[in-house]
């Protein structure tokens, strides 16, 4: 069995500051962790080298912001750092008033002898949904047809903070939010494209309704509450459906304002 797993750490030293990674590690176990929003350079993090894992940081040239990282006990045959050329082109990916996210460290993909993992940082629509033309017209579709040309040579698991609940039962306070970051019909669509291709919501394999969430707001003890969102996923292909053996949120890690989610599969 391969745990992989997948962590908005909102901070990767921040974490390691609160003495909560190293009993994180030592209490999951993942065989493969894909870490979102590290903010840090690998220069800038204490404890590297990371025991029993090769490591690979694709940092943003914007200091202490965004980034992601992989983390696996067995080497890749290879590690890409965010979109091919090809792909920023065609989906005209570029920068909007907050910056280049092609210079955000926002994608890795890696493969491995039967599958490819990729892990995204999603572009946040923000408040005032300013950066939805990004995520609706460029983003989302590149990201979508990156997995699908990685899916010609071998089946794709991609996970990550997606930064969007697909369906109402995917937040807690639905009715509310309808609109807002996160939840607009745009980005909605974006993650139902994915669907549409092919891919399966892993965790929906074995759980349904709402209560399960992998994000919360810092405001009104949110996450004692359980009022939060699920914004992080694992997704994977079709023709990998009936090697999925569990998935789950980790909703008691603590570090992050997002908690780690993991699928477990048998290959």
């Given at each position: 069995m391969l745990k992989i797993y997948s962590w908005n750490v909102n901070g990767i030293r921040a974490v390691m500051k609160k003495g909560l990674w190293k009993p994180f590690l030592a209490d999951e176990q993942p065989d493969i962790l894909m870490l979102q929003e590290i903010k840090a350079k690998p220069e800038q993090v204490e404890e590297i080298p990371i025991d029993g894992y090769d490591a690979f940081w694709y940092s943003a040239e914007k200091p202490g912001y965004s980034g992601t990282a992989l983390l696996s006990k067995t080497a890749p045959l290879q590690v890409v750092n965010g979109f091919p050329q090809a792909i920023i082109k065609k989906y005209q990916v570029s920068g909007d008033t907050y910056g280049d996210p092609n210079q955000e460290g926002r994608v890795i993909a890696a493969e491995f002898?039967?599958?490819?993992?990729?892990?995204?940082?999603?572009?946040?629509?923000?408040?005032?949904?300013?950066?939805?033309?990004?995520?609706?017209?460029?983003?989302?579709?590149?990201?979508?047809?990156?997995?699908?040309?990685l899916e010609k040579t071998k089946p794709v698991v991609f996970c990550g903070d997606l930064n969007v609940a697909h369906t109402p039962d995917d937040l807690e306070n639905d009715k509310t939010n309808v609109g807002k970051k996160g939840f607009?019909?745009?980005?909605?669509?974006?993650?139902?494209?994915?669907?549409?291709?092919?891919?399966?919501?892993?965790?929906?394999?074995?759980?349904?309704?709402k209560g399960y969430y992998s994000w919360w707001s810092h405001f009104?003890?949110?996450?004692?509450?359980?009022?939060?969102?699920?914004?992080?996923?694992?997704?994977?292909?079709?023709?990998?459906?009936?090697?999925?053996?569990?998935?789950?949120?980790?909703?008691?890690?603590?570090?992050?304002?997002?908690c780690p989610v993991s699928v477990t599969l048998d290959v």
């Open positions: 002898d039967k599958f490819w993992v990729v892990t995204v940082y999603t572009p946040n629509a923000k408040d005032d949904l300013s950066r939805i033309p990004l995520r609706h017209n460029h983003w989302d579709p590149a990201f979508l047809a990156y997995c699908k040309q607009t019909d745009e980005e909605r669509a974006g993650f139902q494209a994915f669907i549409d291709a092919g891919f399966v919501d892993t965790f929906r394999m074995f759980k349904q309704g009104a003890k949110a996450r004692e509450r359980n009022v939060g969102w699920r914004i992080d996923y694992f997704l994977v292909s079709n023709s990998l459906k009936a090697k999925v053996k569990s998935a789950d949120i980790h909703a008691s890690v603590l570090g992050s304002d997002h």
